[in-house]
């Protein structure tokens, strides 16, 4: 009775049995039995009391640009933040400038933006496919930094209560924060600096042009495994004789031994049976036990 109260009251907001794997990156995988929509937090106050009442986890999910949804229906509630909680602003604060963020906003358009502004430090996020909220809950980072080196606190919501958490109480590490099921990321406040927007969107620039160079495009979750301490995952792999490695409608990618492309109209148990064999053949080759950098719902994370 709870979903159906909740769908009556949600109307268009809500949608059950709701396609999932085809919002990841991945573009494999089945559906979610329902997903929110919240636009406003006016729709965060009204619905978020009826989600605790479902008897599924709630997920919070962006972009997918590092989850493996399963093939059929995974048994969660899926939330996703748009609208008012993609939107972006910043003042000057003394030597520095404090920019707000919606967990919903696309990390790259936001990259581009301050940069155009003369708000440097943040033009490593555009090589990352991921929305804000995902960046909180995995610290994501590249090109030399994270969203540690200027996250100054994090807006929460869980079981209807909002939070500002400080940095420091999210622990964050590499692509790990202490946030646990059900805490839903709404915004971000980072500390920024000001510089020459032409040197800023020409490090955008150089970004962009180095992910095409060195990563593979097509149906991909970036980076399957963390690097491990003082050696890379990629090396491993390709030093395993994987590089290029099929296993169905799933392969290891020739230009980058730390990705895993999809096939169009591929199964997601294909690319999950892919990450698992992989892990297995480095282990037994090197002795290195590789630790997933992606996501799983519906799947058990390998081991």
């Keep these: 009775m709870s979903l159906a109260r909740l769908a009556r009251v949600g109307g268009a907001r809500v949608s059950e049995h709701a396609p999932l794997g085809s919002r990841t990156t991945y573009r494999v995988g089945g559906t979610a039995r329902v997903l929110v929509s919240l636009a406003r937090r006016g729709d965060l106050d009204e619905l978020g009391p009826l989600l605790g009442d479902l008897g599924l986890d709630l997920v919070a999910v962006g972009n997918g640009s590092n989850l493996l949804v399963a093939d059929g229906e995974v048994a969660v509630c899926v939330v996703r933040l748009e609208g008012e909680f993609a939107d972006l602003d910043w ?12 967990a919903g906003l696309d990390l790259p358009v936001a990259a581009r933006r301050l940069a155009r502004a003369g708000v440097t430090g943040f033009e490593w996020a555009v090589g990352v496919p991921g929305t804000v909220g995902g960046a909180v809950a995995m610290n994501a980072g590249g090109h030399g930094s994270d969203l540690a080196a200027s996250l100054v606190s994090a807006t929460l919501w869980r079981e209807g209560r909002t939070e500002r958490r400080d940095a420091a109480a999210l622990e964050l590490g590499y692509r790990h924060s202490a946030l646990v099921p059900g805490e839903l990321v ?7 600096r000001r510089g020459d927007p032409a040197v800023a969107e020409s490090e ?66 294909d690319v999950y049976g892919l990450i698992v064999e992989v892990r297995a053949r480095v282990l037994e080759a090197t002795g290195v036990a590789l630790v997933c950098e992606n996501r799983f719902l519906g ?3 390998p081991a």
């Design 204 to 269: 955008v620039r150089s970004v962009v042009r180095w992910r095409r160079e060195h990563q593979p495009g097509g149906a991909n979750a970036g980076s399957v495994f963390r690097n491990p301490p003082g050696d890379h995952a990629a090396r491993l792999i390709e030093a395993t004789g994987l590089k290029g490695w099929r296993r169905g409608s799933a392969r290891v990618s020739e230009k980058h031994a730390n990705f895993i492309q999809a096939d169009e109209g591929g199964r997601a148990e």
């Design 91 to 102: 003042r000057d604060d003394g030597d520095g400038v404090l920019v707000e963020l919606g």
């Design 299 to 301: 799947f058990e994370a």
């Design 186 to 192: 709404l915004g971000a406040t980072l500390r920024l």
